[in-house]
């Protein structure tokens, strides 16, 4: 998704904690500002430079984080009503919350729930998303026919702010706005029904609509059959405290540290009918994505010398053209740049090395099991004191088959299967993490010292 300015969209300047509007003909880089460190949201972050013209932020340009963190919006982040623009949402109830009264899918219709944190192929880092298991994935997909079509609903009243293809006419995002600056993302629905199935033909020459229409809670509005559709629910009142480097993710994915735990947000009946579907039983239930720990291995890391989510080089953030989002060039993937150690999002006793750059430096994310063996801290225990500690690598399995494109069942395990490879990790003084990954070796006696294969990553 790209998320470069809108046209027509004012950008907003962070200045003493307060979102002041600007001219949208300044929104973009290259425009013209008044007040050289101003810092303006356009999509990407924007800096007013010393000759009055703005260019893209880069971490130097953003005050360093508190130590330990966040533990709210930084002034200088885009609120998400910024990122997620709604123009006539619903009002917001006295409470300043939105209850969800209406399940996404029926009940009857859920197969386990996949949560949040997954890593998996170049989602390096934990997804922002869970995955509602629906009931068609149970049978082979060449026996599904036109019946077996689940519906999709709202569950509150709504906004629909955008609905997009990604990348194939069978795989739909949909954003809604609710109110109480709380919106709710579905991904990979298969296409347009009910409410919206007017929009379908529409959608398909176009590839992208911002419709900007009401919808009723419990208004069907799309339908899912070959893939688990995806679920999110952000909140702008909310923040995730676990992102060191929130900065990182103002070059893509700036909802990201607005993502919360969808349940506590329905009725309490729905949400127990939920969670109960869920697949990890360890709270919480629907999991997490920001497992940075300060001073430790733990959490995402990006490349030196990227900016962040983008995957970009620094180099290009200094041009003075407009940048999109998605493709990064002369790389596969913009994940190139992306590492995550983290808990898997069941079994979170368990941890993940997940990274975009194994063996082919433009790009092939993979994600192993890293094995914790006696004596070796966990990442999360990881720190400078620790030195260098040599992990082993494993690829693994569900431990229970399944059906069908079902997902595994609840609580299921994880197993080792085989080595793939080391990975040597550092933590350093200055917050940075040093790597060096050794594909295909099995024995850890084999890492002799870092060599010029050694890749500094940052938050």
């Known amino acids: 998704m790209s998320l470069s300015p809108r046209r027509g969209c004012a950008a907003l300047v962070f200045a003493s904690g307060l979102l002041v509007p600007v001219d949208a003909a300044a929104q973009s880089v290259g425009g013209s500002c008044a007040t050289p460190g101003q810092l303006a949201w356009g ?17 130097d340009d953003v005050p360093p984080a508190p130590e330990g963190g966040y533990t709210e919006r930084p002034a200088w982040f885009p609120r998400l009503s910024d990122v997620f623009r709604a123009t006539s949402p619903p009002a917001c109830p006295a409470s300043g919350r939105i209850t969800f009264t209406h399940p996404v899918v029926r009940v009857q219709d859920l197969l386990p729930i996949i949560p949040q944190g997954a890593m998996i192929g170049d989602h390096v880092t934990p997804i922002d998303h869970g995955y509602i298991g629906i009931t068609p994935l149970g ?10 079509y689940v519906p999709v609903y709202a569950p509150a009243d709504a906004e629909v702010i955008e609905i997009a293809l990604l990348g194939s006419p069978r795989s ?3 954003v809604m706005a609710h109110g109480c600056e709380t919106y709710s993302v579905y991904m990979v629905l298969n296409r347009l029904s009910g409410a919206l199935a007017h929009l379908q033909d529409d959608l398909l020459a176009k590839g992208r609509l911002d419709p900007h229409i009401p919808l009723l809670a419990g208004s069907e509005f799309a339908e899912g059959r070959d893939n688990p559709p995806d679920f999110s629910v952000h909140d702008g009142s909310r923040w995730l405290t676990g992102f060191l480097s929130p900065f990182s993710y103002t070059t893509s994915d700036a909802w990201k540290p607005y993502t919360v735990d969808p349940w506590p947000y329905f009725s309490p009946d729905l949400a127990a009918a ?6 990890r039983i360890a709270a919480p239930r629907w999991g997490r994505i920001d497992y940075d720990i300060a001073g430790t291995a733990s959490g995402n890391w990006f490349l030196a010398g990227t900016v962040g989510y983008s995957g970009r080089l620094e180099a290009d953030f200094r041009t003075s053209e407009r940048l999109y989002g998605g493709v990064v060039p002369g790389k596969l993937t913009p994940a190139w740049s992306h590492l995550a150690i983290a808990p898997h999002q069941v079994q979170p006793g368990r941890w993940i090395f997940s990274i975009g750059w194994w063996r082919d430096e433009r790009g092939d ?12 801290p966990q990442p999360s225990a990881l720190t400078p004191a620790s030195g260098i500690v040599v992990y082993r690598l494993w690829n693994w399995l569900n431990a229970t088959s399944v059906a069908g494109d079902s997902p595994p069942p609840i609580g299921y395990d994880i197993t080792g299967v085989r080595i793939v490879g080391l990975a040597a990790v550092q933590v350093n003084a200055d917050g940075t993490l040093s790597v060096e990954v050794m594909p295909g070796v099995e024995d850890p006696a084999a890492f002799r010292g870092f060599t010029a294969a050694k890749r500094t990553y940052r938050r």
Do not use: F, N, W
């Open 43 to 59: 999509g990407y972050l924007l800096v007013c430079s010393a000759a009055g013209s703005y260019r893209y932020a880069l971490h």
């Open 139 to 148: 049978k082979p997909r060449a026996a599904r026919t036109e019946a077996d």
């Open 172 to 174: 739909i995002r949909i």
């Open 274 to 279: 939920y969670e109960s579907r869920m697949q």
């Open 365 to 376: 994310p993979t994600q192993s099991l890293l094995e914790v063996r006696d004596g070796q």
